[in-house]
């Protein structure tokens, strides 16, 4: 009797002007090559943020929000696609728009 846990990208979703990259990762448990469990967790992903003097930096697409798991390169695949400069740009004015007044 052998269990066995795999984690599968199952959707990778690009949502939005911005091209926010939701992801839903599947838990996968398994009995001698039978699943006998699926769970889900999912997170999204933005192109960046605004650092003190509003400069853009880009999201590093190191560690997933849980700050533990490392990001799949099918995940970042998608994430360097879709972010072009122009994306960027975009969100880096959304981002400013957005700050509150002081």
């Keep these: 009797m052998a269990l066995t846990e795999s984690i599968e990208y ?5 949502v939005g002007q ?6 839903r990762k599947a838990t996968v448990i398994k009995k001698d090559g039978v ?10 992903l933005m192109p960046g943020t605004l650092d003190a003097s509003d400069n853009l930096v880009d999201n590093p ?13 099918e995940v970042k695949a998608v994430c360097n696609a879709v972010w072009t400069d122009a994306i960027k ?9 957005d700050k509150p007044s002081s």
């Design 10 to 14: 199952d959707k990778i979703e690009v």
């Design 18 to 23: 911005y091209k926010h990259v939701q992801v």
């Design 35 to 44: 699943e006998l469990t699926r769970s889900f967790e999912r997170f999204v």
């Design 61 to 73: 697409l190191d560690k997933e929000p849980d700050g533990t798991t490392d990001i799949a390169d």
């Design 89 to 97: 740009a975009s969100w880096k004015a959304k981002l400013i728009a």
